[in-house]
């Protein structure tokens, strides 16, 4: 174990700033252990960390203990339908090493560099196709985890209820320390691309709830416009050409966030500069989304390496997930909501906002998805001049609309709107918490607003 105390390690901003009196890189369960038994030496409350790229203060230990999973990162076993590793390893490593045996990860997700820990334990978008559920963690199939009392215990789907209630628990019944994961051969799909108006987006109504394709949506408020990409299993085997899906990779993760930066600056009458940068967007769209990329597979998308996360992160967002059959009406809102943010503040966001379909999921018990299939939207904007402002009026726009918070990407989330979302699954949630973590040694203050210590 690396006992440095108070080691440093360039933990994204939102860890770094909370200030955790330990930060441990650990490399064993019996080093996870120590950590837990020693509340003296490493005081609590011990905060499990990934890659740390959760937007909110999730992983945040205030005068606590950081405890740093992404040395344990090994690949313990591939057999046939299942993947077993530890869980430091980054999605795009182990895609990686899944594709050279001609396997790939289930789902379809926008992986960014999360660890498998952070993808399992908190929430994620993606755009997954009918059949599919919308969580990474539900092909989760064995988790080894300790317990806050330092015991170390095994759960499989041969108790479904207590895999239900690890997945998305955001380190607060335990530390994970082996997961093993369902795979598949490589399959491919095919992208189609589409673009439409708010409104005749709003009449699509019930076709948007029975969608069997994956969605990703880019919506451009200013320009009126909304780009679809719709993902469907492909009749022929073609797979995507790796050097496409790099290209758009750089193009839509880097390029283009870089070059919305580099406007930003240099034309400062926001009248001229945000013209100029819908165009760009929509340019990028038609070139990169809509021409360059017509069939893929998880696997080619999966290694894409240049969506940088946490502190290197070239933009940031907020996410909250809307009911799908209100989305099409919520989209409409968002737009007239982002031209009065504008008109009032003189704020808006410079990159188009994303959405995803998230296809219901009852796999895990803190599912934004549990209820119903949700649509997510997530702004995002490369300039902080503003931002939080218009973080906080979001917040009461899709509290306002039925949104869902998530606990890793949503900020200003008020307890009131967690509750109502979250209904009789919290309680029951922490009634397990405080159970198994009597003295709330991994409850951080973030997690102390919704689920109250024992
Ligand atoms: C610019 C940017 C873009 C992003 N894009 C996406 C995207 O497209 N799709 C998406 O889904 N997310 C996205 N995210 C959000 C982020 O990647 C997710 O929140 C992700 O789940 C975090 O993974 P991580 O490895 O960084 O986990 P962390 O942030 O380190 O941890 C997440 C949670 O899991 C817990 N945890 C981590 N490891 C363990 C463990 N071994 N045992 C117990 N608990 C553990 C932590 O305590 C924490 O509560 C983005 C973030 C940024 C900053």
Same mark, same amino acid.
């Given at each position: 174990?690396?006992?440095?105390?108070?080691?440093?390690?360039?933990?994204?901003?939102?860890?770094?700033?909370?200030?955790?009196?330990?930060?441990?890189?650990?490399?064993?369960?019996?080093?996870?252990?120590?950590?837990?038994?020693? =509340?003296?030496?490493?005081?609590?409350?011990?905060?499990? /960390?990934?890659?740390?790229?959760?937007?909110?203060? $999730?992983?945040?230990?205030?005068?606590?203990?950081?405890?740093?999973?992404?040395?344990?990162?090994?690949?313990?076993?591939?057999?046939?339908?299942?993947? /077993?590793?530890?869980?430091?390893?980054?999605?795009?490593?182990?895609?990686?090493?899944?594709?050279?045996?001609?396997?790939?990860?289930?789902?379809?997700?926008?992986?960014?560099?999360?660890?498998?820990?952070?993808?399992? $334990?908190?929430?994620?978008?993606?755009?997954?196709?009918?059949?599919?559920?919308?969580?990474?963690?539900?092909?989760?199939?064995?988790?080894?985890?300790?317990?806050?009392?330092?015991?170390?215990?095994?759960?499989?789907?041969?108790?479904?209820?207590?895999?239900?209630?690890?997945?998305?628990?955001?380190?607060?019944?335990?530390?994970?320390?082996?997961?093993?994961?369902?795979?598949?051969?490589?399959?491919?799909?095919?992208?189609?691309?589409?673009?439409?108006?708010?409104?005749?987006?709003?009449?699509?109504?019930?076709?948007?709830?029975?969608?069997?394709?994956?969605?990703?949506?880019?919506?451009?408020?200013?320009?009126?416009?909304?780009?679809?990409?719709?993902?469907?299993?492909?009749?022929?085997?073609?797979?995507?050409?790796?050097?496409?899906?790099?290209?758009?990779?750089?193009?839509?993760?880097?390029?283009?966030?870089?070059?919305?930066?580099?406007?930003?600056?240099?034309?400062?009458?926001?009248?001229?500069?945000?013209?100029?940068?819908?165009?760009?967007?929509?340019?990028?769209?038609?070139?990169?989304?809509?021409?360059?990329?017509?069939?893929?597979?998880?696997?080619?998308?999966?290694?894409?390496?240049?969506?940088?996360?946490?502190?290197?992160?070239?933009?940031?967002?907020?996410?909250?997930?809307?009911?799908?059959?209100?989305?099409?009406?919520?989209?409409?809102?968002?737009?007239?909501? $982002?031209?009065?943010?504008?008109?009032?503040?003189?704020?808006? $966001?410079?990159?188009?906002?994303?959405?995803?379909?998230?296809?219901?999921?009852?796999?895990?018990?803190?599912?934004?998805?549990?209820?119903?299939?949700?649509?997510?939207?997530?702004?995002?904007? /490369?300039? =902080?001049?503003?931002?939080?402002?218009?973080?906080?009026?979001?917040?009461?726009?899709?509290?306002?609309?039925?949104?869902?918070?998530?606990?890793?990407?949503?900020?200003?989330? /008020?307890?009131?709107?967690?509750?109502?979302?979250?209904?009789?699954?919290?309680?029951?949630?922490?009634?397990?918490?405080?159970?198994?973590?009597?003295?709330?040694?991994?409850?951080?203050?973030?997690?102390?607003?919704?689920?109250?210590?024992?």
């Amino acid at each position: 174990m690396n006992t440095a105390v108070a080691r440093k390690r360039s933990l994204p901003s939102t860890a770094a700033n909370a200030g955790p009196a330990a930060t441990i890189q650990v490399t064993a369960p019996s080093e996870i252990y120590q950590v837990l038994m020693d =509340a003296k030496r490493y005081p609590s409350p011990v905060r499990p /960390t990934g890659s740390g790229s959760s937007t909110t203060r $999730c992983i945040t230990a205030n005068g606590g203990t950081q405890l740093d999973l992404s040395a344990m990162n090994r690949v313990l076993k591939i057999d046939g339908d299942t993947v /077993t590793v530890q869980p430091g390893i980054s999605l795009p490593d182990l895609a990686e090493i899944l594709s050279e045996e001609g396997l790939e990860l289930i789902g379809g997700f926008d992986l960014a560099n999360r660890t498998v820990g952070g993808a399992v $334990c908190a929430a994620g978008l993606e755009a997954s196709m009918a059949g599919d559920v919308g969580q990474f963690a539900s092909h989760v199939t064995q988790l080894k985890v300790v317990s806050p009392n330092g015991k170390k215990f095994v759960i499989n789907d041969k108790t479904k209820n207590l895999l239900a209630l690890m997945r998305l628990s955001y380190g607060l019944l335990g530390v994970v320390y082996e997961v093993r994961l369902r795979v598949r051969p490589v399959q491919g799909f095919s992208v189609q691309t589409a673009k439409t108006s708010f409104q005749d987006f709003a009449k699509l109504g019930s076709k948007l709830l029975g969608a069997k394709a994956g969605v990703k949506l880019y919506l451009l408020p200013f320009r009126d416009r909304i780009y679809f990409e719709l993902r469907r299993p492909a009749t022929e085997s073609d797979t995507g050409r790796k050097f496409a899906w790099r290209f758009k990779d750089w193009a839509v993760s880097s390029a283009l966030p870089e070059a919305v930066r580099s406007l930003g600056i240099a034309v400062p009458i926001r009248q001229l500069r945000y013209p100029l940068i819908d165009s760009l967007s929509e340019v990028a769209q038609r070139l990169v989304n809509n021409a360059l990329v017509k069939s893929g597979s998880n696997s080619v998308e999966q290694s894409g390496r240049y969506r940088l996360l946490g502190s290197k992160s070239r933009f940031t967002y907020t996410t909250w997930a809307f009911p799908a059959a209100d989305f099409p009406s919520v989209a409409l809102a968002y737009k007239l909501f $982002c031209k009065e943010h504008y008109l009032s503040t003189g704020f808006r $966001c410079d990159m188009p906002a994303v959405g995803f379909r998230l296809n219901q999921d009852r796999s895990a018990l803190l599912s934004p998805s549990f209820d119903s299939p949700m649509f997510t939207l997530s702004p995002l904007s /490369t300039q =902080a001049k503003g931002w939080d402002d218009f973080v906080l009026s979001y917040a009461d726009f899709a509290a306002h609309h039925r949104g869902v918070p998530f606990f890793n990407q949503t900020r200003n989330a /008020t307890p009131e709107t967690v509750t109502q979302r979250y209904g009789a699954r919290l309680p029951f949630f922490n009634k397990v918490r405080r159970q198994l973590d009597p003295h709330d040694r991994l409850l951080n203050q973030f997690f102390q607003s919704y689920f109250p210590a024992t």
